[in-house]
Every structure is written in C-alpha cells, then in structure tokens.
T-cell receptor, first 116, second 114 residues
C-alpha cells in the first residue's frame, strides 16, 4: 500500500565510499524528485524527472547521479561520499501531465545518510 | 525570484485554541500553493493546496488555509488545536513557468500544549 517507498531507511558509511538510494512510487505519477533535508530541516530540491527525462538539475555536485529506469523508479547514486553529504534524502512524486494533473507532491519516508 | 517565507520558527498554542501558521510567497505568475506537515522521522505529508477558485481551502485533519492575493499570503489555520497537531509545517509554492519547480519555506514548528 505504500505510495512512495525508499530503501534503505538508514545508511551509515565512511567517507570516500559509493552508495545508492532507491525510490519507487506506485501512484502512477509522471514526475519524481530528490530532495535533501539538512540538520536545520531546510528542504532543497536536487533533481526532478518527468517521464524518465531529467528536467531539474540544481547545483548539485556531479558526485550525485540520478537514474530513472522507468516512470515508477528514481534512484540516486552518490560517489566519493563526504561528511557534508550527511542528511535526510527524500524522494517524492507528483502527477503533472495528462490524465488530470493534481500538482501536489507525495513524499517517501526518507533515507537518513550518515557519513563518518 | 520565486520564494516562500515562514516568518515564525515556532508557534505555541494551547490545546483547544485556534492556531495560525503564517506563510507569504513571491511568484511571477499565478501561484500554486501548498501546505505540508512533517512528523518526527517521517516524510512530508500533503495537507492542502490552492490552485484556483475559492480563497478558503479545506484540507486534511481539519486544517484550512486562506489565499490572500493582495497580501501574497497563504496562512494555515485550524479552529481548535490538538496536541497531536504538534509537528513541523512547510508552506510551498510551485512555479508553473519554471519546470513546475517547488519552493519550500523554512518550516514552522507547531507546539500544542495540553
């Protein structure tokens, strides 16, 4: 029944490692996002995909690479992890295109990444 | 530039009293406005939205928000607060003219005391 799911929920790793976070939505939405929430709870958009096409790519280090194999999935791969990457990463989805756009986003439960 | 401001980091209210969480926005075109709530260690949950139509919109859990175009505000309200409403609340605006990009406010922590 989970609408937007993310794995893993927690990720603890050392500096320099490479890690991936996976996201899946079963809402049939056409747009998916990655957000970073810092320790002060500020939300910053990182990427957005519409029908597997990258449409928003904010000023994010190129160590971060999103991949959308299909409309229902958006994964985030991070190379050479740094201490400053520690944060909670949220995936979200929305229906923006044909079939009745609703515009609001639905968020996953988040992945807490800790880099030591 | 598009932006959202939540002027209060924290709002304290007694249970049973009305609550207001403030939000003002700046957007070049017609605003698409949203409120979300975040409970500890959870993702954001959609509460309500204003796209067009009536200025007063009703949402989940008894919350409502009033769109005021002249004051560029979209304050969240509830007539009678519950302790369980204590959470972090985010206002957001969507820029339809810029890849449907969302802009979130900095969040307001609502504390409802028994």
């Amino acid at each position: 029944d989970t609408a937007v799911s993310q794995t893993p929920k927690y990720l603890v790793t050392q500096m320099g490692n490479d890690k991936s976070i996976k996201c899946e939505q079963n809402l049939g939405h056409d747009t998916m996002y990655w957000y970073k929430q810092d320790s002060k709870k500020f939300l910053k958009i990182m990427f957005s995909y519409n029908n597997k096409e990258l449409i928003i790519n904010e000023t994010v280090p190129n160590r971060f690479s999103p991949k959308s194999p299909d409309k229902a999935h958006l994964n985030l791969h991070i190379n050479s992890l740094e201490l400053g990457d520690s944060a909670v990463y949220f995936c979200a989805s929305s229906q923006d295109g044909s079939g009745g756009p609703s515009y609001e986003q639905y968020f996953g439960p988040g992945t807490r990444l800790t880099v030591t | 530039a598009q932006s959202v401001a939540q002027p209060e980091d924290q709002v304290n209210v007694a249970e049973g009293n009305p609550l207001t969480v403030k939000c003002t926005y700046s957007v070049s075109g017609n605003p698409y406005l949203f409120w979300y709530v975040q409970y500890p260690n959870r993702g954001l949950q959609f509460l309500l939205k204003y796209i067009t139509g009536d200025n007063l919109v009703k949402g989940s859990y008894g919350f409502e928000a009033e769109f005021n175009k002249s004051q560029t505000s979209f304050h969240l309200k509830k007539p009678s607060a519950l302790v369980s409403d204590s959470a972090l609340y985010f206002c957001a605006v969507r820029d339809i003219s810029n890849f449907n990009k969302f802009y979130f406010g900095s969040g307001t922590k609502l504390n409802v005391k028994p």
